[in-house]
């Protein structure tokens, strides 16, 4: 079969890195739509350019050679043709863009604004930011027909601590017939924000898409910078960055895994999770002087170096942890009553993770082993040691146990890090300069996607796409024929974010 | 199972001793409070947490303030499911336009008398975000703010500070 990269022809963009970028013709952008669409492309991403007006960019990797490339397409017309007509997963992406910069997918299946919930002064406003006509228009959730159906409407505000959204529930009964979500509350205008920053302020921005994920987009993005601007950062800082990485990832599946139980009514895994959570974040404040981490991966490296006594804690922490985590798996494993709830519910089927190209537990537990550390991989985990686990059902239990084998290969990793840390500088100095790059990281989620244009010491554009993209969506199939009172625990399984989605 | 709970019996417990009120919370307090409110509320509070925008750090933090470590529950404070059950809510992030009526209306569901309190950077002022045509501000631009816990995100011992000085505050105690 023929490579991807033989069928686009396009003009190359200079100074796009490390993977090209080509300008296309709608033509092209129609066979990379079909690519896609037919499986022989994954989509990465699909976003629009807050410094050069009316221009779609979109990503794909090759399921074959792994190629990464991206296609872009200039819209005098403010059309593009619609990657969502023969494509699902690009609905919410292209209805992202319609809203934000007013470029329309011709003939896409689904017309409704994304993310514009109505309440900002303009319309398009990253786009001819028009005034908006008032009275503002009901939006129209998807019709359900049938006898006996009612709706249950969730949100924004939800009951637990948790960010906001919206979900119409229709059911028949206590099954659920249909789940639609409605998104973009959390909407800040990062994209906008973006636009001009500088370099740090713009790493400031990135780290705050979503908090739970702040190491992994301050790796993603610094990929992205180190690429436009051709540096690289030093290994020490290679290897702090890999180290907070994996304590976030072992934060975040540890409450995951508790507030599952908890949301099975099985609050002891939760206690214990819990305590287990705060001895990570404990050990990270103390090796980088912050709980989560923040602003301590910066652009050319990182911020801190490890400090002083530290090694000695995190060990320390590695050891209780070591210790105390078997007998919770083996709990999880023997409690009957608890194994009923997660078994076989919320299941998703390995087709629609391989469709949407989606990362992370939810990928992994329906059997797509995508992960961005080994493919297309980076820096230091091209060096060290580990599996990435891989499950078929696609249930709830499934995802548990996903996130159960990554404490496991978590732990094997920061062992390894600890172990070959080498000496150096923890940072390289950045020059202004003028390029385009595009960088990943595997967050506890999935993989994180940062594209940048960087213009002398300010940012041109930035798109940050989560993980989460191509998630969502799979929680409305997920859910479909489960009852109402399982949804918590199928959405806790998922643990998307709103705030990185929503940007 | 029983091997768990039986090893919870024989350790002590986890949870450790709770830090002092912080006094710049009390002085705000002080000033927002009447005697009234104060004197209808008792030690026990509920709370309400309404994210109008965060970037979920400050969530992950408030979570914890639920573990073994620092239970907040032996404050008499507890999480609750609906702001009509509410005596506080505990609003994060820069609120952003696609959440300001829903604060509004989260505000108005909750009975009388009843505080608001604003955690994290953004929720203070807007924090990085200020200036979006997405956001409309810190929380007192939207809804009267009784006490401020800044941070990004604060920890949960800056937390506890904060609601600890609410408590005292509200029985008079510290006064």
């Known amino acids: 079969m023929t490579a991807l990269t033989e069928i686009l022809h396009g003009v190359r963009v200079d100074d796009h890195r490390p993977w090209p970028r080509l300008i296309v013709t709608a033509g092209i952008w129609r066979s990379a739509t079909t690519a896609i669409a037919v499986g022989r492309a994954t989509l990465l991403g699909l976003w629009g350019d807050a410094g050069v007006p009316n221009v779609v960019h979109m990503g794909m990797v090759d399921k074959d050679t792994r190629d990464i490339v991206v296609v872009s397409l200039e819209c005098p017309n403010l059309t593009f043709p619609s990657v969502g007509a023969h494509h699902p997963p690009a609905i919410r992406l292209e209805r992202a863009v319609h809203s934000l910069y007013g470029l329309k997918p011709t003939d896409a299946p689904d017309a409704r604004p994304w993310l514009d919930l109505g309440f900002w002064d303009e319309q398009c406003p990253l786009g001819a930011r028009t005034p908006r006509p008032t009275p503002r228009s009901a939006y129209a959730f998807l019709p359900t027909e049938g006898q006996h159906l009612h709706q249950i409407p969730v949100g924004p505000v939800h009951a637990g601590i948790i960010e906001p959204g919206h979900f119409r529930f229709t059911a028949s009964g206590e099954t659920v017939v249909r789940l639609e979500q409605r998104l973009g509350y959390v909407h800040k205008g990062i994209e906008s924000l973006m636009a001009g920053a500088s370099l740090e302020r713009a790493a400031k921005l990135a780290a705050r898409t979503s908090g739970d994920s702040t190491v992994a987009y301050g790796i993603a993005f610094a990929h992205a910078i180190e690429a436009a601007l051709n540096v690289e950062a030093p290994p020490r800082a290679r290897f702090l960055r890999a180290l907070m990485a994996e304590l976030e990832r072992l934060a975040n599946h540890f409450g995951d895994i508790g507030a599952i139980c908890n949301d099975a009514a099985f609050s002891l895994m939760h206690a214990h999770c819990g305590a287990l959570r705060e001895l990570v974040l404990r050990a990270a404040d103390s090796c980088f002087g912050h709980r989560l981490m923040m602003d301590r991966v910066v652009p050319g490296g990182v911020a801190t170096d490890l400090l002083a006594d530290s090694l000695t804690r995190l060990r320390r922490m590695l050891d209780q942890v070591r210790r105390r985590f078997p007998s919770l798996i083996e709990l999880y494993d023997d409690t009957t009553s608890l194994q009923d709830r997660t078994v076989g519910t919320g299941v998703v089927h390995a087709n629609l993770v391989q469709q949407f190209g989606t990362g992370g537990y939810i990928g992994r537990a329906s059997g797509r082993k995508a992960d961005a550390r080994k493919t297309p991989g980076y820096p230091p985990y091209d060096q060290l040691d580990f599996d990435v686990p891989v499950r078929t059902e696609g249930d709830v239990n499934a995802r548990v146990w996903i996130r159960i084998r990554e404490v496991e290969q978590s732990l094997k990793l920061i062992d390894q890090l600890i172990e070959r840390m080498p000496a150096g500088p923890i940072a390289a100095k950045l020059a202004e300069g003028h390029g385009e790059g595009l960088g990943f990281a595997e967050g506890f989620r999935g993989d994180v996607l940062v594209w940048i244009r960087i213009d002398g010491n300010r940012i041109s554009a930035c798109h940050l796409r989560d993980p989460s993209w191509f998630q969502w969506p799979l929680l409305e199939a997920a859910i479909e024929g489960n009852i109402v009172a399982d949804f918590p625990l199928c959405n806790k399984s998922f643990n998307c974010s709103y705030s990185g989605h929503d940007l | ?175």
């Not at chain 2, 631009?141 to 509200?170: F, K, W, Y």
């Open chain 2, 1 to 175: 199972m029983r091997k768990t709970l039986f090893e919870s019996l024989t350790h002590g417990p986890l949870t450790e001793a709770p830090p002092a009120h912080d006094d710049q919370a009390l002085a705000e307090l002080a000033a927002n409070l009447d005697r009234s409110a104060r004197r209808r509320l008792g030690r026990s509070l509920a709370i309400r947490e309404v994210d109008a925008g965060s970037c979920n750090g400050c969530e992950l933090e408030i979570h914890a303030l639920n573990n073994v470590f620092y239970d907040l529950e032996r404050f008499g404070l507890r999480f609750v499911a609906s702001p009509r059950h509410a005596d506080v809510l505990l609003v994060t992030g820069p609120v952003t336009k696609n959440m300001r009526e829903a604060l509004e209306r989260t505000y108005a569901a909750t009975p009388d008398p009843k505080w608001v309190v604003a955690v994290g950077d953004c929720a203070a002022d807007g924090g990085m975000f200020s200036g979006s045509y997405a956001v409309a501000g810190g929380v007192s631009n939207v809804v009267p703010v009784d006490l401020h816990i800044r941070g990004c995100p604060p920890s949960p011992t800056e937390m506890l500070r904060g609601l600890i000085a609410l408590v005292e505050a509200q029985t008079g105690k510290a006064r």
